[in-house]
């Protein structure tokens, strides 16, 4: 299904043009897209089925499409604000938070926001450049680097949730 967001909805925010990785234009983690414009797409009406599939929690909540359940996320939550995007692992068991390199993601709203869901408890993945943490009741479990490429899934050890 192909998304209909555009600069309105995302506002200033196009946080996701640099963290995330599109294999099929070979943009990197990481890096900023060449086709953003900051805010929004040069190549909006032409951009890859990735790129138009993609929401992050935070635009999703205020959209009501796949997270109807939720009340619409905080401003301070919102990626441009936080320096993090929300997302989940395709198993949908995990919350997964791409952090903009040199923002801690302990600070403000979104460290609140982990905090809180770390101790439901679910595991949160932590995504800081190539480096990776796990944490479970907002204790690291598990930390390694991870190769940078463009990958957006992300194996983890079994070990990695409690029993």
Aim: aromatic share 6%.
């Amino acid at each position: 299904m192909s998304r209909s967001y555009n600069a309105v909805t995302c506002g200033e925010c196009s946080l996701c043009c640099k963290l995330m990785g599109v294999s099929s234009i070979n943009k990197p983690v990481n890096r900023w897209c060449r086709h953003c414009t900051k805010p929004g797409c040069g190549i909006y009406h032409d951009r890859p089925r990735d790129c138009q599939d993609y929401a992050c929690i935070w635009l999703q909540s205020h959209e009501g499409e796949g997270l109807s359940h939720i009340e619409p996320m905080a401003l301070e939550l919102k990626p441009s604000v936080c320096g993090g995007i929300l997302d989940v692992t395709k198993d949908g068991e995990s919350l997964l938070v791409h952090m903009n390199v040199g923002v801690d993601y302990r600070k403000g709203e979104l460290g609140q926001f982990i905090k809180r869901f770390s101790m439901i408890p679910r595991r949160v993945i932590i995504v800081e450049g190539v480096h990776r943490k796990v944490l479970w009741e907002n204790t690291v479990l598990a930390e390694w680097n991870a190769a940078d490429d463009d990958r957006q899934e992300f194996l983890l050890p079994q070990q990695v949730t409690p029993a």
